[in-house]
């Protein structure tokens, strides 16, 4: 009888030590996971992307807030999604209040990667989630933003070709990844279209164009740089046949040169209109034996809200070489050209265009017929 009551205690014993057991792996399975679920949790909150100019950045997985640091960028943000832009580059122009609305006009300017003027404590006082920015020459490199400011920064592609891919990108980092499909495609399509229209002209059928810039007209961009995309894309003949000093920047000529060149056509550039370029250049004597003069062939380019060709190199472009490939070759670009800027500015601007402001638009813009 005394060894059975032994046993029975021994097994007693021997299960509470067994349920203990059990218990505290139990408590520890539990904890574990009540600590992957926090560690996931914490994970999620943050992702890493590649920007477009290679670096790896990581980002907050919900972005709220994003803050331009460069003229194109600005551009783009506000096609994706405005309202998360809450800080820009540049000061719009006064007449593009109509397209864009009080609350983009309003937003404070902050000064770009590109120049002198960025302002840092600006930008933090608007405790942006992101930064983004382009990958054109930096006085202030996005590495150096990003440790001082400790927010992240993407930088993007300024290059034509590369407009869908930016979309895609911005998309991807701003959680937009439908709206930046539906503008990447829509760029792609555009651009493969006008690319297929113009590969068929003949060398000897394309346009020899000047892209006048400066207050004067006597600064412009040589072919294949950021600014001179546009004309490069429709096989128009850039007559500047020059060296830069700086790439992508506005190289100064003499009015020997452009003579000597006699360009068919003249591009009125964003920093000419400051002159009054176009209003001067059929009145100007040193301008009377040029070609393009002659032949009434000094266009405007349509530059509301953002211009069509450059300054700012950005997603305007899509209808801007629309706009000249159809101005320079309209028997290879057969476009209703009012109908794709209608297009344009209800897919990328949501802004339904009438008749009279898209005659407006392309006032001086278009061959009067």
């Given at each position: 009888?005394?060894?059975?009551?032994?046993?029975?205690?021994?097994?007693?014993?021997?299960?509470?030590?067994?349920?203990?057991?059990?218990?505290?792996?139990?408590?520890?399975?539990?904890?574990?996971?009540?600590?992957?679920?926090?560690?996931?949790?914490?994970?999620?909150l943050t992702?890493?992307?590649?920007?477009?100019?290679?670096?790896?950045?990581?980002?907050?997985?919900?972005?709220?807030?994003v803050?331009?640091?460069s003229?194109?960028?600005?551009?783009?943000?506000?096609t994706?999604?405005?309202?998360?832009?809450?800080?820009?580059?540049?000061?719009?122009?006064?007449?593009?209040?109509?397209?864009?609305?009080?609350?983009?006009?309003?937003?404070?300017?902050?000064?770009t990667?590109?120049?002198?003027?960025?302002?840092?404590?600006?930008?933090?006082?608007?405790?942006?989630?992101?930064?983004?920015?382009?990958?054109?020459?930096?006085?202030?490199?996005?590495d150096?933003?990003?440790?001082?400011?400790?927010?992240?920064?993407?930088?993007v592609?300024?290059?034509?070709?590369?407009?869908?891919?930016?979309?895609?990108?911005?998309g991807?980092?701003?959680?937009?990844?439908?709206?930046?499909?539906?503008?990447?495609?829509?760029?792609?399509?555009?651009?493969?279209?006008?690319k297929?229209?113009v590969?068929?002209i003949?060398e000897?059928?394309?346009?020899?164009v000047y892209?006048a810039e400066?207050?004067?007209?006597?600064?412009?961009?040589?072919?294949?740089?950021?600014?001179?995309?546009?004309?490069?894309?429709?096989?128009g003949?850039?007559?500047?046949?020059?060296?830069?000093?700086?790439?992508?920047?506005?190289?100064?000529?003499?009015?020997?040169q452009v003579?000597?060149?006699n360009?068919?056509v003249?591009?009125?550039?964003?920093?000419?209109?400051?002159?009054?370029?176009?209003?001067?250049?059929?009145?100007?004597?040193?301008?009377?034996?040029?070609?393009?003069?002659?032949?009434?062939?000094?266009?405007?380019?349509?530059?509301?809200?953002?211009?069509?060709?450059?300054?700012?190199?950005?997603?305007?472009?899509?209808?801007?070489?629309?706009?000249?490939?159809?101005l320079?070759?309209p028997d290879?670009?057969?476009?209703?050209?009012?109908?794709?800027?209608?297009?344009?500015?209800?897919?990328?601007?949501?802004?339904?265009?009438?008749d009279?402001?898209?005659?407006?638009?392309?006032?001086n813009?278009?061959?009067?017929?």
């Open positions: 009888m005394k060894k059975d009551i032994m046993c029975i205690n021994f097994k007693s014993a021997a299960m509470k030590i067994i349920c203990t057991i059990t218990c505290l792996f139990l408590f520890a399975g539990c904890s574990k996971a009540a600590q992957e679920k926090t560690t996931d949790n914490k994970e999620a992702k890493e992307v590649t920007d477009m100019s290679g670096r790896k950045v990581t980002i907050p997985t919900k972005v709220n807030k803050v331009s640091l003229n194109n960028t600005t551009v783009d943000l506000y994706l999604d405005p309202d998360k832009l809450v800080g820009l580059s540049f000061t719009p122009k006064a007449e593009a209040k109509k397209y864009l609305g009080d609350k983009f006009i309003n937003l404070p300017v902050l000064g990667t590109s120049d002198k003027k960025l302002d840092y404590e600006s930008v933090l006082k608007l405790k942006p989630d992101l930064i983004v920015c382009s990958d054109e020459d930096e006085v202030y490199p996005a150096d933003i990003q440790e001082q400011l400790k927010i992240p920064v993407v930088k592609s300024t290059d034509l070709e590369s407009t869908d891919k930016v979309y895609k990108f911005l991807e980092c701003l959680g937009e990844q439908q709206r930046g499909k539906e503008l990447a495609d829509y760029s792609r399509k555009t651009i493969d279209n006008i297929s229209l590969k068929s003949p000897d059928k394309k346009v020899k892209y400066g207050g004067e007209g006597l600064q412009t961009d040589i072919s294949g740089n950021v600014h001179t995309e546009v004309l490069d894309l429709v096989q003949k850039n007559v500047a046949d020059i060296a830069e000093e700086k790439v992508g920047s506005m190289a100064s000529v003499s009015m020997e003579l000597s060149w360009p068919d003249i591009l009125e550039g964003a920093t000419a209109v400051k002159g009054d370029f176009f209003k001067n250049v059929y009145s100007d004597q040193k301008w009377a034996n040029i070609k393009a003069v002659k032949d009434k062939k000094v266009y405007k380019i349509p530059a509301l809200p953002f211009n069509f060709f450059d300054r700012p190199p950005s997603a305007a472009r899509i209808i801007g070489i629309e706009w000249l490939g159809n320079l070759y290879y670009v057969k476009l209703d050209i009012n109908t794709e800027i209608k297009n344009f500015y209800k897919t990328f601007y949501n802004y339904n265009l009438t009279d402001e898209v005659k407006y638009l392309l006032n813009a278009i061959i009067n017929k």
